[in-house]
T-cell receptor, first 111, second 114 residues
């Protein structure tokens, strides 16, 4: 799986959009970008994934650059409950392979 | 739909002892993965079970072993516990070939080795 790079920490004001960047410059053509988050002392939670088109679900939006070397996870209206460590992971779709977690980004939503 | 459950929630063991952690997968999921998460780090893959067979292993010694049962629940066994085995142990279930292959994690078991 390709390596990802994320900032170690970010702050965001409650109610504002949180934009979390991820670099994955060595991504292969068949690798997808996945995002998980981990709220303190809980198991990681799947958020969203995508290949090259922008994706949106009830939790977040995923914007992937045209060259696919970077992406941004957007939480449109951050709440205090969104405070968590966010992990960007690159992997092949449909494989039974494990998730390779990096250090992630600690997002703190401020009141 | 029942989510992934793990037991026990917390556990304290002494160095050299053995421990068994348990995981019940989400309904219909036939693949279970185990991860170790040390304090302040991301989860590290231990191994995965699919249809009761080990289906991939991370960089963990043989004293970490597992089982998957016909109902897809799973156990993680660790022998000869070391202080560095103190961590949050996470179990995740998934369908290996369907959809986005999202893994659904349980709340974890916090193991402390003294």
């Amino acid at each position: 799986d390709a390596k990802t790079t994320q900032p170690p920490s970010m702050d965001c004001a409650e109610g504002r959009a949180a934009n979390l960047p991820c670099n994955h410059s060595t991504i292969s053509g068949n690798e997808y970008v996945y995002w998980y988050r981990q709220i303190h002392s809980q198991g990681p939670q799947y958020i969203i994934h995508g290949l090259k088109n922008n994706e949106t679900n009830e939790m977040a939006s995923l914007i992937i650059t045209e060259d696919r070397k970077s992406s941004t996870l957007i939480l449109p209206h951050a709440t205090l409950r969104d405070t968590a460590v966010y992990y960007c992971i690159v992997r092949v779709l449909g494989s039974a392979r494990q998730l390779t977690f990096g250090s992630g980004t600690q997002l703190t939503v401020l009141p | 739909e029942t989510g992934v459950t793990q037991s026990p929630t917390h556990l304290i063991k002494t160095r050299g002892q053995q421990v068994t952690l348990r995981c019940s997968s989400q309904s219909g999921h036939n693949t279970v993965s185990w991860y170790q998460q040390a304090l302040g780090q991301g989860p590290q893959f231990i191994f995965q079970y699919y249809r009761e067979e080990e289906n991939g292993r991370g960089n963990f010694p043989p004293r970490f072993s597992g089982l998957q049962f016909p109902n897809y629940s799973s156990e993680l066994n660790v022998n000869a516990l070391e202080l560095d085995d103190s961590a949050l142990y996470l179990c995740a279930s998934s369908l290996p070939l369907a959809g986005g292959n999202e893994q659904y994690f349980g709340p974890g078991t916090r193991l402390t080795v003294t």
